[in-house]
C-alpha cells in the first residue's frame, strides 16, 4: 500500500490503524521525506516492511513510533 494514501487528509497529531497496530500519522510522513513510498504489514512478526526508489527497510511499531518522537 502506499503511504501517502494511508495519510492522505490526516494531520501530524493523528494515527492510522495497519493490520490492527495504530501508527502515528507523524512518523509516516518522516518515511516519506526520506523516500519510502510503500508499506507492507507483515502480522506474524508484527513489523512493516517499507521501500521506496532507493531506500528500502523492515520495522517494528516501535522504531516507527520513535521516528515521530526524534522529530
Known sequence: MKIEELIAGKNDGQNVEIA???LPIGALKRFM???YTHLKPYQAEKTFSMWGKAC??????????????SA
Not at 528500502?56 to 518522537?69: D, H, M, P, Y
Request: net charge negative; hydrophobic share 30%.
Open 20 to 22: 490492527g497496530i495504530s
Open 33 to 35: 521525506n526520506d523516500g
Open 56 to 69: 528500502t527497510g523492515c520495522f517494528t511499531e516501535a522504531e516507527i513510533v520513535n521516528r515521530v518522537q
